[in-house]
């Protein structure tokens, strides 16, 4: 029986683990297994929620484990350290615990075809000091770091009775939703007498944003929309401003101004894993893998790439983009695909970009909705953009565990959301 290796449980991965295991795994027509570093799975888009003490992730994860054993897949967790195309085989590391004791040793699995889905991480573009003082929101251990730093800050400043700077490198949606949920949790810390700080005078957030507008992907007055609304909130936005070093303490231009900063976050951009790198396949800048209109590797046709690791141009709609979007059509696709016999042709995959929603705190949300065969460009804001938001991650849900599953973990997280704070203090 051929063995299908998945590298990467996030967004695409676990959504193709799931379809495949369904369909081949559960009939026996192929051994599909899931590798992920982690034994959980949490979809990245709410990572900035998770920073900002907005949700608990716990809550939220998905046990890769269950899933597997639900859906007809193996599970394997560890993290991929080499990957030997000749003999087709994966070198997966040992698992270690929170103590740091070894729990599962070093393995290694072959495979006969392999999907590439590892993602992307952070991209610091060799800035002085950007990796070593800032954090990011990677993954969850990240995230939960960010809000226990943040937490501390405003407490100690509370004490000292100064102020808390944090600044945002990117004016992406990540930042923005940061800096969004950012001003939110702060208040509501104040209103719990966590610290004693005025949210609108001793917590500054600034953004730093290298091109002219915010969301510089998007639709440009969806950029103005939001640059307004977070002005409104008392946030910094600075545009056309490029970071030219990161120190301990500040954030410092390339016109030499100095941003002095307690808290800097780097959500300026992305790269692929460095593992991308080692396979000895076509990469682009940012590493990652060039795909054909199939998602498999130029040089290799039993290596596929899809998601934020994969670099693949569609002829009339130009370069993917590293979204969870994007992922989610590229697993539907693949697992398409795969399922079919060898030998029948197949389809070039096609991204269709149905436009994009960014949360800004609990009470807004705008967003671009791109339909119609010239594309058109819909502005949507209010309770619509909120909808459609929460809608982007009840789809992944329904995608995992299907309408009921979807439908009843909806309730209970309304539930939840209404007995307990809306912030998570410890
Ligand atoms: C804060 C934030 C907000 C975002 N907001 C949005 C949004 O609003 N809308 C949107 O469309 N997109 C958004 N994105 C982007 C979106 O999250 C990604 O495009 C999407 O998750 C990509 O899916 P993926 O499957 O390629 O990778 P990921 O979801 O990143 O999953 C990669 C997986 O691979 C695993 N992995 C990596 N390397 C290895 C290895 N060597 N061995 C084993 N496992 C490995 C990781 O543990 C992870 O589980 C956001 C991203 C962030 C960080």
Not at 76 to 97: F, K
Not at 258 to 285: F, K, M, Y
Not at 294 to 301: F, I, Q
Request: aromatic content about 6%; glycine content about 10%.
């Amino acid at each position: 029986m051929e063995t299908i290796a998945i590298v990467g449980g996030g967004a695409g991965g676990l959504e193709l683990a799931t379809r495949l295991g369904d369909s081949l795994g559960k009939s026996g027509r192929a051994r599909i297994v899931l590798v992920d570093r982690y034994p959980t799975h949490f979809w990245k888009p709410l990572l900035h929620t998770v920073a900002a003490g907005k949700l608990d992730p716990q809550v939220h994860q998905v046990e890769y484990a269950a899933q597997a054993a639900d859906h007809g897949f193996q599970f394997i967790c560890g993290e991929v350290l080499r990957v030997d195309r000749d003999s087709r085989t994966l070198d997966i590391g040992s698992w270690r615990g929170d103590d740091g004791a070894e729990l599962l040793p070093p393995r290694s699995l072959q495979y006969d075809k392999l999907v590439l889905s590892c993602g992307a991480v952070t991209n610091f573009f060799n800035i002085p000091g950007a990796e070593q003082h800032s954090l990011t929101l990677d993954n969850v251990q990240d995230a939960e770091f960010f809000r226990k730093r943040f937490l501390a800050s405003c407490m100690q400043a509370s004490s000292r009775r100064a102020a808390v700077n944090i600044v945002i490198v990117g004016g992406g949606a990540t930042g923005i939703e940061l800096a969004g949920e950012l001003c939110h949790t702060v208040r509501t810390l104040a209103r719990y007498n966590v610290h004693t700080l005025d949210p609108a005078r001793d917590v500054r957030i600034s953004i730093i944003e290298r091109g002219d507008r915010l969301l510089p992907q998007l639709n440009k007055r969806l950029s103005g929309r939001a640059a307004r609304y977070l002005r409104r909130l008392g946030i910094e936005v600075c545009t056309d401003t490029t970071v030219a070093r990161v120190e301990a303490d500040a954030v410092v231009d390339s016109a030499g101004v100095r941003h002095p900063s307690d808290i800097t976050v780097w959500a300026a951009g992305v790269e692929a894993p460095a593992i991308c790198s080692t396979l000895g396949l076509a990469q682009n800048r940012i590493r990652q893998i060039v795909v054909t209109p199939e998602l498999r590797a130029e040089a290799d046709p039993s290596v596929f790439a899809i998601g934020d690791c994969a670099s693949y141009v569609c002829p009339d709609n130009g370069a993917v983009p590293p979204r969870a979007q994007a992922a989610h059509q590229q697993a539907v696709y693949l697992a398409d695909v795969l399922v079919r016999r060898a030998g029948v042709k197949v389809p070039a995959f096609r991204y269709r970009d149905y436009g994009s929603v960014v949360s800004l705190g609990p009470f807004a949300a705008m967003g671009v909705l791109i339909g119609g065969a010239n594309k058109r460009e819909m502005l949507v804001g209010g309770l619509a953009a909120r909808l459609l938001y929460r809608l982007m991650y009840q789809k992944h849900v329904m995608a995992l565990h299907g309408f009921m599953r979807m439908a009843a973990q909806s309730v209970a997280h309304w539930i939840r959301g209404k007995i307990t704070p809306p912030v998570k203090l410890h």
